[in-house]
């Protein structure tokens, strides 16, 4: 019989997939920002992702598992969704609001994934595991806002004048990078 914690290995494995695979995805999305920053949200995002993968192989331990992958298909399927979005705003402004809205729908569905498993880890009595889900949990919240914080800032407004000559964030070094909150 399937137990709550075949559950929460499961999802587990789901979310190391997920994030090994947005570690290799994630350059070929600075790449195709042309907005610097964005592509600095993402190389901050990025960095925090490859800790994510090693906090994630913390979490087995805690488990006494060792870490293994379900292959994600919601990523690859909005990984797929990033790709077809970059090649069809190629050469516009428009490509940041494009990406943003990526990089959220992937924040949201780890929201609500590592929200799951924090509850299920309190839930199995694996303090030490839902401490260290509910830093990753807050790493994303705070990843999701921030690029709410820049599409306002930047990226929208850039997209809604596409075709004016002022379309360049690139050249743009007045404006104050977003911060990421702690
Ligand atoms: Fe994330």
Redesign the pocket.
Known sequence: MRTLKDLFLDELADRYDSEKR?VIAMPKMIKAATCLHLRSLIET?LM??ER?VTKLEKVFKLFGEKPSVNKCDATIGILAEGTEVATDNKGSVVINAALVSVAQK??HY?IASYGCLREWSTLLGNKPAAALLKEILN??KA?NQALITLARAHCNNQALNAGDDDDSCVTDKKVKPVKRAA
């Open positions: 947005l995002h925090e992702t994510q992937i924040e780890e790493e994303e990843a």
